[in-house]
T-cell receptor
Framework: AQSVTQLGSHVSVSEGALVLLRCNYS??????LFWYVQYPNQGLQLLLKYTSAATLVKGINGFEAEFKKSETSFHLTKPSAHMSDAAEYFC????????????FGSGTRLQVQP | GAVVSQHPSRVICKSGTSVKIECRSL??????MFWYRQFPKQSLMLMAT?????????EQGVEKDKFLINHASLTLSTLTVTSAHPEDSSFYIC?????????????FGEGSWLTVV
């Protein structure tokens, strides 16, 4: 079975600062990896996904993530935080066998200080 | 991008009644849809996998007779919470896999807040 660990339930950065949200995964087969963002009382929006093509994945809103197999990591970054980036971020993993459902991490709440 | 619509967004029902939540993929076909439950300030927990034309697959600990899932077409899955109790109050989110896309991309609905009083 696959799993995801998100280090840090809360991350606070200043506006304009680098955003780094950490995600480590565990999977016995090649994984697909995703980052989703959730704004209060809303569903999830796909930010980006890794599907075994390029290891550096660019997503929407200036976010990107790098797949590092040796570190089993898929950390999310953004060079300069905006106030509108404040939200809950979820890392998720799935594999191409079985139900292929997403398994989510516990989430990281990003706060952006003015 | 692909759009998944969920309805209703908020519903309040009396204890003991049933409530149905619909999940539609608006611009793609989805053989497989998923239903998740999310408690406040927590992550999403998979409840069941809904497959068009066949029975849903439920996760361990999820009562299939209480959470009825029907996936009658390639664009619609429904979740019916039967004999609802206050502890069923939660945020329910559906998602759908786009049959056209490789890489197992899954799109989410806007979620439905269920409050059982």
């Amino acid at each position: 079975a696959q799993s995801v660990t998100q280090l840090g339930s809360h991350v606070s950065v200043s506006e304009g600062a680098l955003v780094l949200l950490r995600c480590n995964y565990s999977s016995s087969v090649p994984p697909y990896l995703f980052w989703y963002v959730q704004y209060p009382n809303q569903g999830l929006q796909l930010l980006l996904k890794y599907t075994s093509a390029a290891t550096l994945v660019k997503g929407i809103n200036g976010f990107e993530a790098e797949f590092k197999k040796s570190e089993t990591s898929f950390h999310l970054t953004k060079p300069s935080a905006h106030m509108s980036d404040a939200a809950e971020y979820f890392c998720a993993v799935s594999v191409d066998t079985g139900r292929r459902a997403l398994t989510f991490g516990s989430g990281t709440r990003l706060q952006v200080q003015p | 991008g692909a759009v998944v619509s969920q309805h209703p967004s908020r519903v309040i029902c009396k204890s003991g009644t049933s409530v149905k939540i619909e999940c539609r993929s608006l611009d793609f076909q989805a053989t497989t849809m998923f239903w998740y439950r999310q408690f406040p300030k927590q992550s999403l927990m998979l409840m069941a996998t809904s497959n068009e034309g066949s029975k849903a697959t439920y996760e361990q600990g999820v009562e299939k007779d209480k959470f009825l899932i029907n996936h009658a077409s390639l664009t619609l899955s429904t979740l019916t919470v039967t004999s609802a109790h206050p502890e069923d109050s939660s945020f329910y989110i559906c998602s759908a896999r786009d049959d056209r896309e490789a890489g197992n991309t899954i799109y989410f609905g806007e979620g439905s807040w269920l409050t059982v009083v």
